[in-house]
């Protein structure tokens, strides 16, 4: 075997810049890979929140409690798995804090991102379910844009290789962050060798898996966060052996990275969760916000104007929200019909007069001695003309 037959026909650069200067703002690429994945996801469970009857603009609300939360997982899960480079010696605590210099576990951000959009489900009266499955495949496509930061830093890459798409590594200037050292010609200096890069094997893997959420989701219409469970086992799935390929510093335990153990245990989680669960996809009916004024005449509660909210769509922040299945959404969409609330009498009973010797004061006449002069009994046609509206007002309502 000679040197030409081991030297690799192509190869996959890597940039030597990781932050440009704006002034004296620096942008940072990894930043902005996770800044345009957030706002993929977010645009993807606006949606798919949309189709489930959730109010327009509910994904800020969520996103504004779920992102902070979620970066704060984050950092904490990636100190707590590699507290030496903190508090072991020679470690610097306040480091810790230090975000912009890399170190966000996708364990931690994933559980603190959960928090996060609990707290403002229960503000805006979705289940948490519906949230997480409307996520689903929007999360796996902002991992796979945030993998893009790992390229640009020159990290997070396996073992050698030889393979047309081996990844080369520049080695980065300690003294000067998200840049590669530079020899005495002034050119970037390269890590001997190819590497295979795991974070693009990462990407592409996520980039499946937000297709296989949406296809079975869209087939099976996963509902109680069944669709995010799929998500989580796909995903998991994927970490563990990309995490097997991976040769950078992490702490082990029997022989195997902590991310190895991590993706396998919350793997069993998921699909016990999965298999467990069931249930029909959740849709959501908004409860408008009570008027401030009076109620006009005539209401009637199983109504809603089509006119002002575009065949049922919520137009403002309602006050919360009901879950209904599929079939009472598509009538509420289509012609404004709400379904009876959890509890009342059904629709039918409500229409059929007085019940167990009650009095339907909507449908039954007064003593005729106290009709106004020229007001005949139900035989006359005024009497005809209230039998009439009374019946009219009874088909509105079961229609």
């Not at 189709?51 to 800020?60: E, H, K, N």
């Not at 229960?122 to 689903?136: M, S």
Request: hydrophobic letters at 40%.
């Amino acid at each position: 075997m000679t040197l030409v037959s081991m030297t690799p026909l192509a190869a996959l650069p890597s940039p030597t810049t990781a932050v440009w200067q704006l002034g004296p703002v620096p942008l940072r690429a990894y930043a902005l890979c996770i800044v345009a994945g957030i706002v993929i996801a977010c645009l993807v469970t606006e949606h798919r929140l949309r189709q489930r009857g959730v109010a327009p603009g509910a994904v800020l609300d969520i996103a504004v409690w779920a992102v902070p939360t979620g970066i704060i997982g984050a950092r904490i899960y990636h100190v707590v798995t590699s507290p030496e480079k903190y508090f072991g010696t020679g470690g610097d605590p306040w480091k810790a804090f230090a975000i912009w210099e890399g170190g966000l576990g996708i364990w931690g951000a994933v559980a603190g991102g959960a928090v996060g959009a609990w707290i403002a489900a229960r503000q805006l009266g979705i289940p948490l379910t519906v949230v997480a499955d409307a996520l689903a495949p929007g999360l796996p496509l902002a991992q796979a844009v945030g993998r893009l930061g790992n390229w640009f830093n020159n990290e997070l890459y396996g073992g050698r290789t030889t393979l047309p798409w081996g990844l080369e590594i520049h080695r980065m200037d300690p003294d000067n962050p998200g840049h590669a050292l530079r020899d005495d010609a002034n050119q970037p200096i390269l890590e001997p060798g190819l590497y295979h890069p795991t974070f693009a094997y990462e990407a592409l893997w996520n980039l499946g898996v937000a297709g296989l959420v949406f296809a079975l989701d869209r087939r099976f219409r996963f509902g109680r966060g069944r669709a995010f469970a799929l998500y989580v086992m796909g995903y998991t799935a994927g970490r563990f052996w990309i995490e097997l390929m991976r040769t950078d510093e992490a702490n082990r335990i029997l022989g195997l990275r902590l991310n190895v153990w991590t993706a396998g245990l919350v793997f069993v989680g998921a699909l016990i969760y999965f298999l467990r669960v069931r249930g029909p996809r959740e849709y959501l009916i908004p409860v408008p916000t009570p008027a401030s004024g009076p109620a006009g005449d005539g209401g009637d509660v199983s109504q809603v104007d089509l006119s002002a909210t575009g065949k049922g769509a919520p137009t403002a922040t309602p006050a919360g929200y009901r879950v209904v299945d599929e079939e009472q959404f598509t009538a509420y969409r289509e012609r404004g019909v709400l379904p009876d609330a959890p509890g009342a009498p059904a629709a039918d009973d409500r229409s059929t007069g007085p019940q167990d010797g009650d009095t339907d004061d909507r449908t039954t006449d007064t003593d005729a001695d106290d009709r106004p002069s020229g007001a005949d009994s139900g035989d006359g046609p005024a009497g005809a003309d209230r039998s009439a509206g009374a019946a009219g007002r009874s088909t509105d309502r079961d229609s």
